[in-house]
Nanobody, 131 residues
Framework: QVQLVESGGGLVQTGDSLRLSCAGT????????MAWFRQAPGKEREFVAR????????DYADSVKGRLIIFRDNAKNTVYLQMNNLKPEDTAVYYCAAIRGGQKVEDWRTRRPEGYEYDYWGQGTQVTVSS
């Protein structure tokens, strides 16, 4: 079993930065591909970013490209989401998720897993961006 705990959310102003953390316990995350999702009030959960188990491949939703950066430190069993130039539309609860890795990098690059395919989820951390 893997437990994921997010932290780092808060209330910020437009243009500010935040760094979210997702710490894993119970098992090493180094063999898992990791992702961040978010859910705004009244909206469906949406994909934000993902990173392959090795950390060498990343993928972003178009809405966050150039502003958000996903990275991981397997030695610390933690995945991060650096959020820069935040906008009010980034307001949401942010969740990290883990899915077992192992597939070929070509397959990882080709297909973005749906949320239901992820094996483990954190409890979420609230990010609120005021205008």
């Amino acid at each position: 079993q893997v437990q994921l705990v997010e932290s780092g959310g808060g209330l910020v102003q437009t243009g500010d930065s935040l760094r979210l953390s997702c710490a894993g316990t119970g098992r090493t995350l180094s063999s898992y591909n990791m992702a961040w999702f978010r859910q705004a009030p009244g909206k469906e959960r949406e994909f934000v970013a993902r990173i392959r188990w090795s950390g060498g491949d990343v993928d972003y939703a178009d809405s966050v490209k150039g502003r958000l950066i996903i990275f991981r430190d397997n030695a610390k069993n933690t995945v991060y989401l650096q959020m820069n130039n935040l906008k009010p539309e980034d307001t949401a609860v942010y969740y990290c998720a883990a899915i077992r890795g192992g597939q070929k990098v070509e397959d990882w690059r080709t297909r973005r897993p749906e949320g239901y395919e992820y094996d483990y989820w954190g409890q979420g951390t609230q990010v609120t961006v005021s205008s």
